[in-house]
């Protein structure tokens, strides 16, 4: 067997993949790395004020051109 990875790009593609499964077409499996890596991309969203994020972006612009 094949292992592929779906992007879901509309909410409803859900039902149809479960049915797929239903008349045993495929099985879902979960991958846990990617589980991980979504929530770990998202885990830092808003912790810098946008001013902080500005004033260390000057920061590292100014030490690369040192």
């Given at each position: ?31 846990s ?30 030490s690369?051109?040192?």
């Open positions: 067997m094949k292992t592929i990875t779906i992007e879901l790009l509309n909410e409803k593609a859900i039902n149809l993949i479960k049915q797929l499964e239903q008349l045993n077409i495929l099985r879902i499996t979960i991958d790395t990617s589980q991980k890596r979504k929530i770990s991309s998202h885990q830092w969203v808003g912790s810098l004020s946008k001013d902080t994020a500005k004033l260390m972006l000057a920061s590292v612009d100014q690369r051109n040192e």
